[in-house]
Nanobody, 119 residues
Framework: VQLQASGGGLVQAGDSLRLSCAAS????????MGWFRQAPGKEREFVGS????????EHAASVMGRFTISRDNAKNTLYLQMNTLKPEDTAVYYC?????????????WGQGTLVTVSS
């Protein structure tokens, strides 16, 4: 599966942004999906995941209540709705396809989209 993330940009604190991840190749609904992010000088961290038919979602504590992961299997697209953005949300955001066992395990990665939140 090939993944293409988009929707990043420069926003102000408190603003909203929606990221998209378009999938091509093997059937999108075969995969559980996730979002990760990597801030400058930091390790990549988990943001959220969603099972293949959307029945279960999981969000990192740092974004819970502000970010929502969703998917549209008919459009082969994964989303991340980000509300009430904070400067500490500044990072390159990556989508990933994989499987969820006891936690989401990424297997394929998209190229990343940069989100910059100014104070």
């Amino acid at each position: 599966v090939q993944l293409q993330a988009s929707g990043g940009g420069l926003v102000q604190a408190g603003d909203s942004l929606r990221l998209s991840c378009a999938a091509s190749g093997r059937t999108f609904s075969m995969y559980d999906m996730g979002w990760f992010r990597q801030a400058p000088g930091k390790e990549r961290e988990f943001v959220g995941s969603i099972t293949r038919y959307g029945g279960k979602t999981e969000h990192a504590a740092s974004v819970m209540g502000r970010f929502t992961i969703s998917r549209d299997n008919a459009k082969n697209t994964l989303y991340l709705q980000m509300n009430t953005l904070k400067p500490e949300d500044t990072a390159v955001y990556y989508c990933a396809a994989g499987s969820w066992i006891t936690s989401f395990q990424p297997r394929y990665w998209g190229q990343g989209t940069l989100v910059t939140v100014s104070s």
